[in-house]
């Protein structure tokens, strides 16, 4: 394990989530990977962590879950977004980069 | 927004319903994922064993995990509480005794509360039924100063209700009511019930409509004499009438006169009626003119002085109080001006200051407040304190427990559990105590209840019962307080619980000591208890000195007859024939000592006229002297006793020389320092010849048995009215004996439905000493339960005591202690306990005396015998409780005190 990896900052995991969900419904084992290769392998996302996210994510009506088969043909649980789910991906992306830009800013400073 | 909460409700009711689906699933999703990992390692070349290693590495704990999601479904605290229930109740059940002890101790104290509550509730806070907007309801009272200052009377006229009704501007709404006992019906099924007597206006004032055919209008209700129809109540209407329809245009005969049934009142509808819910609604000028018919009909609404019913107002919306009371004020000093043109005798306005109140629309509430309303709200308050001494009771018994617990609670907080977790555990426990206490309670209130309120309400008044949203919030308010004082004792101790300490001692642990906290509670008790038992001591002693007092007549021996006459009025010389025949009639009655007529019975009614003496500008400033009238045999068969002079003979007949006896009081105040016998005044008008006095009389209680002055005097029946005479019989034993037989003699004499009430004098009497009966009986019984309660306490917390240190108290005889000595130590800790709340105890009941003073009867709040008296009691009781366990601890040999762990 190479140590340029990034701590995720607090409360991002769910945004991540729904950036990844928003190209279709997924499992959680491929979600951990998308984002593991999205990223370039530079976000280090517990695999644990994953779950009490999207059960969060569930009960706030963000992702809908339902089983289905998956790839190699075993059950599996499948996330998808839900209407509410991409508005507050719209949101929290805005959220996001208007702090990064602030940041940038600030840091750019002098 | 309504979506999200509504995916949020779906999502943690399965939570909670499908659990164990959850968790399956959970797993499953999990158990997906490892194996989608372990699969890539092994991809990569990995053997199956390595791979999962991997996969579970890279996954971190998976039981960690799991918790977190678990917590991510927001049901978290419901699945503690259902575990802190399980436990609660898994805890209880190992301990029956405890649990039962404590169930029971609750359930007493939260049933006399939910009892009581129901009562004053009624009593003073709620509404009549279906009444619309009480806030702006008033009942009206009169006032005015007299001799004794200023007096308060509801009691009107209904020629000052007319004066109200013109002369006022703030109301939208008067009406004049009253409820009297009537004979309802002819035959054998007829009775005498409570008759609402009500201006068409009172309607008005209630949400109601007839359930069948109608109301009487304001132009059924008029003077002289208002229409014959008749309202019936609901309940009435499903008891006489089986609820048929047919009711309506039947004619009802109620008192002397026929009338016409024309409605139905809905379900509740009881009027404006401090004696229950009456059985009919008749206009209150049919029943005034019926009353009043004749010749001097015009007398009810012209004249002012047969004061019978009372007026209710409803403010304009926007009027305030102030202003309604004003407008009040205003008309009433016009309606005395309009008295004063007719009986220019009243004080004058200067100094009679007339005016008017408008109180609450429940007469409890207002300025005249009964004693026994009083004494309820007293009883409510008793009963909080055996509240107190019972949740104190419980408490001790919680500590108690949780000492006993200690080691498990430090094992508990060792392994790891929060103390918030362990404080919600223990409160579960005392809350679910509670709960079953409410329960018991509520049980026991509607038991026992039902005995509370026959002795505090009016027969008929309905009152909080189990189904009462009221009461109900009530007791579970109660319950929970109950819970939360009783599980906030152990919580205390348990914060401060030394885990290192906790976990080395054992059993075998010398250094016990007894919390400062469990102290205080017993102290606490004991003085609760002084508290109530001086309470009960001095109600017990007013009723004694209530019960020896003379009222100026014999009550247990004598019986008061009235004959009601029905259907066609007789002429007065037949009415005066009648009451001499049924006076033969009487005195022929085995078992009957004597029989004489008289005309008022004692605080049932009373006879007044202007009196005027030579030398005395105005009689009525001196007091209201009332008149009963009587035959020769009337001083000897009410047992009052002539002082000077004489009573009646057969020579004082109509036409002879005007004779009268005056009580002491009356001589003293008309002419005082003088002797009274010779002098002479003139009744009604000062142009009627002199009525001669010729006797002095001990004083009596006509109107209150507290306050009256006794201001009475007695003219010969043969000269004063003898038509309207009622009967007095003296029995040989008490009056009870004979009362059946002379209603059975007396009967056949009466003509047409007419009938004889014969009640004995003590029936009269005992209720004017109900608040005394009353404050006597609850005090003594709640103050008894509130000792019984206290010596258990104290008892149960010495026991406790004992056994702990049954090592250190067996090394202390093995050293050499005789069995006296540790019964002396013992004992002296609980005397110490005992004699600390004695002491506070007596201070506050010192304190609180000078509210109950006006409740007792000639017996001061602060009497040292009383307090010495409970005092001892206490500290006996004190002194067994403690030496009950203190004998059995010597009993122990100290081999086998010391061989126990």
Known sequence: MSDDRLELPQGTLDLLILKALSLGAQHGWAISERLHQVSRATLQVPQGSLYPALHRLERRGWIAAHWDASDNNRRAKYYELTRDGRRQLKVEAAEWRRLTVAVDLVLGMG | MWARLWSEARYRARAVFRREALERELDEELRFHLEQEAARHRAAGLPAAEAMRQARLAFGGLEVVKEQTRDGRGVRWLERAGQDLRYAVRALRRTPGFTVAVIATLGLGVGINAAMFGIVDRLLFRAPPLLRDPARVHRVYLQWHNRNGLATGAMMGYASYLDFRRATTQFDALAGYSVRSLPVGSGPASAELPVGVISATLFDFF?????????????????????????????????????????????????????????????????????????????????????????????????????????????????????????????????????????PGMTAPEIARPAALAGPVQAERGPNQSTVTRVATWVSGVALIVLLIACANVANLMLARAVRRRREIA??????????????????????????????????????????????????????????????????????????????????????????EALKSGARDGGYRRSRLRTGLLALQAALSVVLLVGAALFVQSLRNVRALRLGYDVDPVVYIYPEQRGARLADAEAAALRLRLLESARAVPGVESAALGLTVPFWDTWNDNLFVAGID?????????????????????????????????????????????????????????????????????????????????????????????????????????????????????????????????????????????????????PELRSWQ??????????????????????????????????????????????PDVVRMVVGDGMRIAVAGVAVGSLIALWSGRWLAPLLFEQSPADPVVFGVVAGVLLLVATMASAIPALRATRVSPTVALRTE
């Open chain 2, 774 to 819: 009353l404050g006597a009986t609850m005090f003594v019984a709640l103050g008894g339960l509130a000792l019984v309660l206290a010596a258990v306490g104290l008892y149960g917390v010495m026991a406790y005591d004992v056994a702990q240190r049954a090592h250190e108290l067996g090394v202390r005889m093995a050293l050499g202690a005789r069995a």
């Open chain 2, 207 to 343: 949400d109601a409509a007839p359930v069948l055919g109608r109301f009487f209008t304001a132009a059924e209700d008029t003077v002289p004499l208002g229409a014959q129809v008749a309202v019936l109540s609901h309940g009435f209407w499903q008891a006489r009438y089986g609820g048929r329809p047919d009711a309506l245009g039947q004619v009802l005969r109620v008192g002397t006169a026929a009338y016409t049934i024309i409605g139905v009142a809905p379900r509740g509808f009881e009027g404006i009626s401090d004696e229950g819910p009456p059985a009919l609604f008749i206009p209150i000028t049919a029943y005034a003119g019926v009353f009043r018919a004749g010749p001097n009909v015009a007398n009810y609404y012209t004249r002012y002085n047969w004061s019978w019913m009372q007026l209710v107002v409803r403010r304009k919306p926007g009027v305030t109080r102030a202003a309604a009371e004003a407008d009040l004020s205003r008309a009433q000093r016009q309606s005395y001006e309009a008295q004063r043109a007719i009986s």
């Open chain 2, 618 to 766: 105005s009689v009525e400033r001196l007091g209201s002297f009332t008149i009963q009238a009587g035959s020769p045999e009337f001083f000897a068969t009410l047992g009052t006793r002539i002082l000077r002079g004489r009573g009646f003979t057969a020579e004082d007949r109509a036409g002879a020389p005007l004779v009268a006896v005056v009580s002491q009081a009356m001589a003293g105040t008309l002419w005082p320092g003088r002797e009274a016998l010779g002098e002479c005044f003139r009744i009604g008008a000062d142009t009627v010849p002199c009525t001669t006095v010729v006797g002095i009389a001990e004083d009596i209680h006509q109107n209150s048995v507290t306050t009256d002055r006794g201001l009475s005097y007695y003219l010969p029946i043969a000269q004063f009215h003898p038509e309207a005479a009622v009967i007095f019989a003296r029995g040989r034993g008490h009056g009870r004996e004979v009362r059946e037989l002379l209603r059975q003699t007396l009967q056949p004499e009466m003509p047409g439905e007419g009938y004889v009430n014969v009640t004995p004098l003590r029936d009269i009497v005992d």
């Open chain 2, 411 to 500: 094992v508990r907080l060792a392994l790891g559990v929060s103390r918030g977790r362990l404080f919600g555990q223990l409160l579960t426990e005392s809350l679910l105590l509670a709960g079953a206490g409410a329960v018991v309670g509520l049980l026991l209130a509607r038991t026992g209840g039902a005995l509370l309120r026959a002795l505090f309400l009016p027969a008929n008044v309905a009152a909080g019962t189990l189904a009462d949203p009221r009461t109900a919030a009530f007791v579970l308010a109660v319950a929970a307080l109950a819970g939360g004082l009783t599980g906030l004792a152990p919580l205390l101790q348990a914060r401060r619980t030394d885990l290192v």
